[in-house]
């Protein structure tokens, strides 16, 4: 393979890189339409594997392998589910199950005068199928997914050309959005929050008219297994609407303050998004307000305004959709919600995926730890995830990385493996002239031909310089550690000189004084 080409083990393009290629080049090309030519490879309801598509998939996983070669820097003996969890690659059959599920999920978005929303429709009213099972009757048996409950995703929203009918402001910090608060002059003002809280969200609204509390609103959307704070958020901004619509108390121009930039951003300029048709309907909802008060363009603003600030308005808006998120009942009532919130909101697609994606990683999980070599890696790293490398070996040179992932798999040069794989006549250590193995272990800790170099290393790390796990799982011992391995020249012949890499800086928390995560 050209990746293969691109990553040598003692040269090439760095580890992040050239995974990053993989998942966006290699796996779209050689999975592409997968849906149609291929099944899922087992039953998420059962849990048991599917006919049909094993010897294919056995097929991708040889591809893969060679790509985790590539991208690891390992040597060829390394063991193939090693290889995947330190490059963080589904394995092959979770690979297929996860752009299936994501290949479902899409068609069951599509709009209606799409040709396949009917097609998908009818296969998920009428059952499962025994005889004659098309692509789509394979994806909607296997997967626990309804399309008829998935939300509808527009290809195009709104008009290109259309204009926003409300003005939008973001100050650029906290105390910018507090000022810009205390200097509004308008006496309406409508506050919106979105609250996820116990695994159920929830949205609410409060209208202010000079300071003084009017009315407010309060929708339970559902669990969080279903809908996003995004949603919450989007549906607290129609709930604002209608509290502008059908209050006679609401004056103009009136300001929505709301605490959450994303949907503020959204809302000016909705796209094929999940959840984004809720901000359409937010924009219908203004657009019928506009026609019916006679109003311009300039009447209504959408303010953000910074949470937990100690505004009367914005703190009633936050314990509102508290209230709204774990309680049911205190949804209010049909008659005073708009029409297209008095039907169940359909599930978002972001959460559907996630929760899939969820159980993939567990299953992942399990298959993992029923390894021959899991024992081995968590007893290197016990916080050991298949994110870990990667952020261990993420601004380390191809070379590093190399040496690392052969350190870890103990698939490296040195005589105890060389000689299982008939390329060293005996397993012992040839420099310190003993019956000792020659493990990796012995390597970094315990052989006396370098007992010089590791007092180096040990004045420089301490006690935890005969700590393999520590060695080889810690940020701050890389510079010593591959100080110490050029200094041995044990690994010279694969990998030439050995650099000391640059010191890992440790990230800083930013100061998010001008955002708000809701």
């Given at each position: 393979m050209l990746i293969r080409r691109l990553s040598r083990s003692a040269q090439g393009i760095p580890t992040k890189l050239i995974r990053q290629l993989y998942r966006a080049v290699a796996i779209p090309r050689t999975l592409y339409a997968a849906s149609v030519w291929l099944r899922p490879t087992y039953d998420k309801k059962t849990n048991s594997p599917i006919r049909g598509s094993i010897g294919v998939t056995k097929k991708i996983a040889q591809t893969q392998r060679t790509a985790a070669l590539a991208i690891t820097g390992a040597m060829r003996t390394s063991p193939g589910d090693s290889l995947e969890i330190h490059a963080n690659l589904y394995p092959t059959p979770l690979l297929v199950q996860h752009l299936l599920h994501n290949a479902l999920i899409r068609m069951s978005t599509l709009p209606t005068h799409h040709p396949l929303n009917l097609i998908v429709m009818c296969i998920a009213t009428r059952g499962p199928v025994r005889h004659h099972r098309t692509a789509i009757h394979n994806l909607i048996q296997h997967f626990t997914v309804d399309p008829r409950t998935i939300e509808t995703i527009h290809p195009r929203p709104i008009c290109p050309d259309s204009r926003t009918p409300f003005r939008t402001s973001i100050a650029e910090s906290k105390e910018n959005a507090i000022a810009e608060f205390r200097q509004c002059t308008n006496r309406t003002m409508v506050f919106t929050d979105g609250s996820s809280t116990n695994g159920k969200v929830g949205a609410a609204a409060s209208l202010y008219v000079d300071f003084t509390h009017v009315a407010t609103l309060q929708y339970h959307l559902g669990n969080d297994t279903e809908h996003t704070v995004f949603e919450a958020e989007a549906v607290g901004l129609i709930l604002v609407a209608q509290l502008l619509l059908t209050r006679n108390e609401a004056s103009?121009?009136?300001?929505?303050?709301?605490?959450?930039?994303?949907?503020?951003r959204s809302g000016a300029h909705p796209t094929a998004k999940p959840g984004h048709y809720l901000l359409f309907r937010f924009r219908n909802l203004v657009r019928h307000l506009m026609d019916q008060k006679d109003l311009n363009n300039n009447s209504i603003s959408l303010n953000w305004i910074a949470g937990h600030a100690e505004i009367e308005g914005n703190e009633l808006a936050d314990r509102e959709a508290k209230l709204a998120a774990t309680r049911k009942d205190m949804t209010?009532?049909?008659?005073?919600?708009?029409?297209?919130?008095?039907?169940?909101?359909?599930?978002?697609?972001?959460?559907?995926?996630?929760?899939?994606?969820?159980?993939?990683?567990?299953?992942?999980?399990?298959?993992?730890?029923?390894?021959?070599?899991?024992?081995?890696?968590?007893?290197?790293?016990?916080?050991?995830?298949?994110?870990?490398?990667?952020?261990?070996?993420?601004?380390?040179?191809?070379?590093?990385?190399?040496?690392?992932?052969?350190?870890?798999?103990?698939?490296?040069?040195?005589?105890?493996?060389?000689?299982?794989?008939?390329?060293?006549?005996?397993?012992?250590?040839?420099?310190?002239?003993?019956?000792?193995?020659?493990?990796?272990?012995?390597?970094?800790?315990?052989?006396?031909?370098?007992?010089?170099?590791?007092?180096?290393?040990?004045?420089?790390?301490?006690?935890?310089?005969?700590?393999?796990?520590?060695?080889?799982?810690?940020?701050?011992?890389?510079?010593?550690?591959f100080q110490y391995i050029d200094s041995t020249k044990c690994l010279h012949t694969t990998f030439g000189d050995i650099p000391i890499p640059l010191k890992p800086q440790l990230k800083t928390r930013p100061n998010h004084t001008g955002t708000h995560h809701a």
């Open positions: 103009f121009p009136a300001t929505i303050f709301a605490n959450n930039q994303a949907v503020i209010s009532p049909c008659r005073d919600l708009p029409k297209n919130l008095r039907k169940r909101l359909p599930c978002s697609t972001s959460t559907v995926k996630q929760a899939h994606d969820a159980h993939i990683q567990a299953k992942w999980n399990d298959e993992w730890k029923k390894s021959t070599c899991y024992a081995h890696i968590k007893a290197l790293d016990p916080a050991h995830t298949p994110k870990s490398f990667l952020r261990l070996t993420g601004s380390l040179r191809k070379k590093h990385t190399a040496i690392y992932v052969q350190l870890h798999t103990r698939h490296t040069p040195l005589n105890k493996h060389l000689n299982r794989i008939k390329k060293s006549a005996t397993p012992n250590c040839l420099q310190c002239g003993g019956d000792q193995i020659e493990t990796v272990h012995h390597f970094l800790c315990d052989c006396t031909r370098y007992d010089r170099e590791r007092h180096i290393l040990q004045q420089k790390m301490g006690h935890n310089a005969l700590l393999t796990s520590h060695l080889l799982s810690d940020k701050s011992a890389q510079q010593a550690l």
